[in-house]
């Protein structure tokens, strides 16, 4: 069974930074795509960054010039350093996973940015 561990989040005031981590284990087969979405209150899921198996990123319009997502491939284990943040992108952050056509969700991380 694929685990998620997620780690990161947590408060910080507008301007600063934070850190998300996602371990991924008990996989057999490789990850498709492994990155992050996240949801606000009201409103749907949405994507934050995602890394594919042939190294390609994908970002939001919304996070594209301040969040970067990277991977230690050899870990399983892709990093969200998120800059620049504003109180919009207060939400619960939910690690995601994608092996074939199985898809597997974190429990999530409340990062929360203050004005």
Known sequence: QVQLVE???????????????????????????????RQSPGKERELVATFTIDSNTNYADSVKDRYRISRNKARNTVYLQMDALTPEDTAIYYCYVRIRSAEYWGQGTQVTVSS
């Not at 989040?9 to 990155?35: K, M, W």
């Open 7 to 37: 780690s990161g989040g947590g408060s910080v005031q507008a301007g600063g930074s934070l850190r998300l981590a996602c371990a991924a284990s008990g996989n057999r087969l490789p990850i498709a795509v492994h990155g992050w979405y």
